[in-house]
Nanobody, 115 residues
Framework: QVQLVESGGGLVQAGGSLRLSCAASKIFSSIYSMGWFRQAPGSQRELVASITRGGSTNYADSVKGRFTISRDNAENTVYLQMNSLKPMDTAVYYC?????????WGQGTQVTVSS
């Protein structure tokens, strides 16, 4: 059973920063990618950022230049550094782990940005 444990969400004022972490319960050798998605009330879940095992990154246009994704392969942990946060970034953020055998999701962590 694969478990993903997320942390780092919370309440922050606009312009502030938060750092999200997501740790996998096991060490995998067949990771395709890890990433962060978010879902605001009444909206579909959307990709925020992803990173492959080789380190290639992909960002949603709305977060480019503000968010940075990184990973620690040895610890199977992925991070999302979020700077210059805006109220529009308010959502539940989910970690996703993509393996050869399938995709796994974390339980989600709430990020709320006040104006």
């Amino acid at each position: 059973q694969v478990q993903l444990v997320e942390s780092g969400g919370g309440l922050v004022q606009a312009g502030g920063s938060l750092r999200l972490s997501c740790a996998a319960s096991k060490i995998f050798s067949s990771i395709y990618s890890m990433g962060w998605f978010r879902q605001a009330p009444g909206s579909q879940r959307e990709l925020v950022a992803s990173i492959t095992r080789g380190g290639s990154t992909n960002y949603a246009d709305s977060v480019k230049g503000r968010f940075t994704i990184s990973r620690d392969n040895a610890e199977n942990t992925v991070y999302l550094q979020m700077n210059s946060l805006k109220p529009m970034d308010t959502a539940v953020y989910y970690c996703k782990l993509s393996l050869a055998i399938g995709d796994y999701w974390g339980q989600g962590t709430q990020v709320t940005v006040s104006s």
